[in-house]
């Protein structure tokens, strides 16, 4: 079957700009999560939904960071007025109610110019 | 909180020869899962193994093997039978169980599979 997708897959923008990442996670994964990968912080936690709500978003570094997830399925995480620091991979990942195993999906990679 | 450490940046092993890169973990909740995951070049994050805290055999998927160590605290991933394709970043990983939460990650270890 299909696995978790992210959209756009690279995305550039200018500082100062807002930004939307997508992920489609794996048709009845119940539990969703964003993680971000940056050179000098390695992979970090963000947010995990289950369903449609956020039980941790203690890794949301700032404010300026939020995510929303509607039908029990498509989650959005949007920065606004992006930062150079912002610049990272953005992971998604899916999991099955029952599991802890998590399915990530390629990643958007976001550079703040 | 958990803590993930793996000490080997980099690795390299030969083609068909084994390997085994190195993890240990800190934590002091009783129930957890271990994860190992591979990282392309091409960026995607791949699942490869999981053991869980109260498993007591070791966990085996193909080519891919756990050396678990529970009093060590300790998770070893062993690659058998290396291929050029294994070349990749590897994370190992914890979360705890049952309860859906967050993945902690190591810093990752390289593997550079030569000829």
């Known amino acids: 079957g299909a696995g978790v997708s992210q959209s756009p897959s690279n995305k550039v923008t200018e500082k100062g700009k807002d930004v939307e990442l997508r992920c489609d996670p794996i048709?009845?994964?119940?539990?969703l999560y964003w993680y971000r990968q940056s050179l000098g912080q390695g992979l970090e936690f963000l947010i995990y939904f289950q369903g449609n709500s956020a039980p941790d978003k203690s890794g949301l570094p700032s404010d300026r960071f939020s995510a929303e997830r509607t039908g029990g399925s498509v989650s959005t995480l949007t920065i606004q007025r992006t930062q150079q620091e912002d610049s990272a991979v953005y992971l998604c990942?899916?999991?099955?109610?029952?599991?802890?195993?998590?399915?990530f999906g390629p990643g958007t990679r976001l550079t703040v110019l | 909180a958990q803590k993930i450490t793996q000490t080997q940046p980099g690795m390299f092993v030969q083609e068909k020869e084994a390997v085994t890169l190195d993890c240990t973990y800190d934590?002091?909740?009783?129930?957890?899962?271990l994860f190992w995951y591979k990282q392309p070049s091409s960026g995607e994050m791949i699942f490869l193994i999981y053991?869980?805290?109260?498993?007591?055999q070791n966990a085996t998927e193909g080519r891919y093997s756990l050396n678990f160590q529970k009093a060590r605290k300790s998770t070893n991933l062993v690659i058998s039978a290396s291929q050029l394709g294994d070349s990749a970043m590897y994370f190992c990983a914890m979360t705890l169980t049952g309860t859906a939460s967050k993945l902690t990650f190591g810093t990752g270890t390289r593997l550079q599979v030569t000829l």
């Open positions: 048709s009845g994964h119940t539990a």
């Open positions: 990942a899916s999991s099955p109610q029952g599991t802890d195993t998590q399915y």
């Open positions: 053991q869980g805290s109260y498993d007591e």
């Open positions: 934590t002091s909740d009783q129930s957890y899962g």
